[in-house]
């Protein structure tokens, strides 16, 4: 079980605009800030937000990311069909001394 | 533009050890720590390890401490990590990350492909 805790799943219409969560404590999201990556499958992880609210060059800014205490959210605005993948944030733990992964989000683009 | 490549997919048996390699074009090698994230099939990702050449110093995730090793050549600005006493389900791909921060966000950070590992009799 994920330390992160991501929504096993999300969906969507073409053009609408939607919302992954991730929750954490004080110690890793509490602490530290968080990346979003997107996973298209058979592919690497992509990374799609760094430190809560950046997007490196080339993300759409239909991305975007915030935090507040111990919890962020990815929102993904003006759905579309090739946003379908899964999902997954990251943080410090400075108790684990590690990084850590949410269980990750599949969004599915009805 | 970083460009990470890694080594090839490796088939072990139970009980074996594997080595997979990893390099990131431009001369980054010294500033960046240098994190393993694997990745079973079917699963989410999990932490490893990480690295940095420069100041000599290795983190281990506690799940794999007595089992992942991770060196440097600096002469290749090469990276590599040693999983021992392997079994099934350490069948994964084994992502290689270059980060600029050991805490991994604060900056892009950069991914290889995966090298596909399989454990298998």
């Known amino acids: 079980q994920s330390v992160l805790t991501q929504p096993p799943s999300a969906s969507g219409t073409p053009g609408q605009r939607v919302t992954i969560s991730c929750s954490g404590i004080t110690s890793n999201i509490g602490s530290n800030t968080v990346n979003w990556y997107q996973q298209l499958p058979g592919t690497a992880p992509k990374l799609l937000i760094y430190?809560?609210?950046q997007r490196p060059s080339g993300v759409p800014d239909r991305f975007s990311g915030s935090m507040s205490g111990t919890s962020a959210s990815l929102a993904i605005s003006g759905l579309q069909s090739e946003d379908e993948a899964d999902y997954y944030c990251?943080?410090?733990?400075?108790?684990?001394?590690?990084?850590?992964f949410g269980g990750g989000t599949k969004l599915t683009v009805l | 533009q970083v460009q990470v490549v890694q080594s090839g997919a490796e088939v072990e048996k139970p009980g074996a050890s594997v080595k997979v390699s990893c390099k990131a074009s431009g001369n980054i090698f010294t500033d960046y720590w240098i994190h393993w994230v694997r990745q079973a099939p079917r699963q989410g990702l999990q932490w490893m390890a990480m690295?940095?050449?420069?100041?000599?110093?290795?983190t281990y995730s506690q799940k794999f401490q007595d089992r992942v090793a991770m060196t440097a050549d600096t002469s290749t600005n090469t990276v590599n990590m040693h999983l021992s006493s392997l079994r099934s389900e350490d069948t994964a791909f084994y992502y290689c990350?270059?980060?600029?921060?050991?805490?991994?966000?604060?900056?892009?950070?950069?991914w290889g492909p995966g090298t596909l590992v399989t454990v298998s009799s």
């Open positions: 690295i940095n050449p420069s100041l000599g110093r290795t």
């Open positions: 430190s809560a609210d």
């Open positions: 990350v270059y980060s600029k921060y050991y805490y991994g966000s604060g900056a892009p950070d950069h």
């Open positions: 990251a943080a410090w733990d400075d108790r684990l001394n590690g990084r850590l």
